[in-house]
Each structure stands twice: as C-alpha cells, then as structure tokens.
C-alpha cells in the first residue's frame, strides 16, 4: 500500500512537471515502479543524467527491468571510471549475482569472482553498507565452494553486520548457523536477540521460519502472531500472514486461522505473491471440504512463468477434480 501511495504521488508530481529531478527517479526505482522511473529519468536535464547519480540511476533502471546482462556491461564500464564509488560497485556486484544464477555453468565462477570483487570493494569503501553485507551472507551460505562459497566468512559478515543493525545481524547470525547445523546455536541467538528486541516483527518471522522446516507447527504459529503484531510495514505483515496460511494449509490444523490470515495477506502482498496466497487458500478450503471455493481460488491464479507453482496448481486441480467426482 506504501509503494502504490508512493508511486501515485510521483506520477502527480511529474504530471504537472515539465521537467524531473533525481529523487523522483530514486523514489519511484523504491516503489518498484519502473515505468514511472523511466519516465521521470527521460525528463532530467542533460547534466543531471550525466552525473555519476545519474548515470547509476540508469543503470538501476536496466536492473528494474530485468535487463542483467546489459546491467552488467554498464556498470562494468562505469567502474571502470568511477571505480572508488559504492554505488556503482554495489549495483555491479548486484548484477553479476544475478548474471551468475542465469548463466551456462562455463560462465557462473567468472560472473561469481566478479560479484565477491564488486561486494568486498563496496564494504571496504563503506563498512555499514548492510545491503551489500546482506548480500554477500546469503552468496557465501548459497554458493558452493569452488564459487566462493565460504560459511566462515559469512559468519564474520553476519558479525559485521551485527554492529551496524543488531536486528539483522541476529538474524543473518541464525541463518549462519542453520546452515551449518548448529541449530542449537542458531535458537539461542535469536532467543539472545529477541530478549533485546521483544517487539522484532523479523525476528519473530525468522525463528518461525525454522519451527515451519521442523514441522514444529504450534511453536510457528505463535511466533508467526507476533511477527503479524509487530509488523512495521505492509511487506512484512504480509508476508507473515502468508507463512501463517501455509501452516495452516500443510499441517491440516487451524483451518480457519489461515483462511483468515491469507484473506488478510491478500490486499497487502506484492502482485507477484498473490498467485502463491491464492494457492494456498485453494488448499485450505479443500481441508475445510469448501470445495466451490476451492475451485474459485484455483480458477484466479496466474502461474505465469513460475513452473513450480504450475506444477503443484496442477495436482491440485487433479485432487479437487478427484474429490467432486
């Protein structure tokens, strides 16, 4: 609801404006409205595009679109002039992740040796940049090690990243030790955190997380109504009313709860979520033998491009179709 607010305030601005300047750029490239940051950017003055804040804004751009490899090229070359910029090495490193999970396997380690240079240069100009600390967490828990995958130094970046924002550094400190099975640690962290943030809506949602993977589903579910209390924003709730609804529908209890947790989450998700709510909701009702509404949930969702969504949208309607016959 924010981001639409926002981006509707910028469209007023630039309706009324013959020219634009860079934080209405900014601003709409934050509300995930491409359109309108393209629009916005096109009618910058000549200089302001020149500018190195302009030029980023360009590049950001291609990201929004979806556009990585030109991506990559420009903010290859853009390093190239201006390599002593955070900015464009972040949005370099920020392109060359996503070039390495799109590209053949002879291509990934070089694209892969290309992010750690671009994120490790952005942290070495700017300690507390947490976007890049965050991201090179999750490359070194992901990647395998012949990539660059290290757990150890994804361990010192959560610490790092612990100094800056205590919250996600409790956070990233979890995910460190889950990943290498050290779930025992993992659960005192984020106990340790939540002692000094009671009200942390992430934290709360993080420790849920790993109940949901344990099948501990009463524990998730208490930790997923304070994540949904302690919500800060739209994206947050939304997506802690989502995981609620998901309980609900792969445990088989608390049907209604999740009914009511994914009617919620509905208005507030992300368009590209909503087919996944909308599947979930499929399931519920299905538990609730509501089947008529089962087959309208089923009949509203977009799978898109999502193959994994199609596939299980199509055992769904294969078990629906089973038990109305």
């Keep these: 609801m924010k981001k639409k607010l926002i981006a509707f305030t910028i469209l007023a601005t630039l309706s009324v404006a013959s020219y634009a300047d860079i934080s209405l750029v900014t601003n709409a490239l934050e509300a995930d409205d491409v359109i309108t940051a393209e629009q916005a950017y096109i009618k910058l003055p000549s200089d302001e595009k020149e500018s190195i804040q302009g030029q980023i804004l360009n590049g950001r751009i291609l990201l929004k679109k979806e556009e990585s490899e030109e991506a990559f090229d420009y903010f290859e070359e853009l390093r190239d002039a201006y390599s002593e910029n955070v900015d464009v090495n972040y949005y370099l490193g920020v392109s060359a992740v996503i070039m390495a999970q799109k590209a053949s396997i002879f291509s990934k380690l070089g694209y892969a040796e290309d992010f750690l240079e671009a994120m490790e240069k952005t942290i070495a100009l700017q300690p507390e940049h947490t976007d890049a600390l965050n991201t090179l967490i999750g490359f070194h828990l992901a990647a395998p090690g012949i990539a660059g995958g290290d757990t150890d130094k994804a361990l010192t970046y959560a610490n790092q990243l612990k100094k800056i924002d205590a919250v996600q550094g409790f956070e990233q400190l979890a995910n460190v030790y889950w990943k290498t099975e050290k779930a025992d640690l993992a659960e005192q962290i984020l106990q340790q955190g939540l002692k000094e943030f009671p009200e942390s809506a992430p934290l709360y949602f993080s420790r849920a997380t790993a109940y949901i993977n344990d099948k501990a589903w009463d524990k998730a579910r208490a930790d997923l109504n304070l994540a949904i209390k302690y919500a800060q924003n739209d994206e947050d709730k939304s997506n802690a009313l989502y995981q609620q609804g998901k309980t609900s529908a792969e445990s088989g209890e608390e049907i209604e709860l999740g009914i009511n947790a994914l009617t919620q989450a509905l208005p507030l998700a992300d368009k590209a979520y909503i087919p996944w709510i909308e599947y979930r909701l499929a399931q519920l009702y299905i538990h609730s033998n509501n089947y008529e509404k089962a087959k309208d949930s089923i009949s ?17 309607k294969k078990k629906l179709k089973k038990l109305m016959s």
């Design 300 to 316: 509203m969702i977009d799978t898109n491009e999502d193959d994994d969504l199609k596939s299980k949208v199509k055992k769904l």
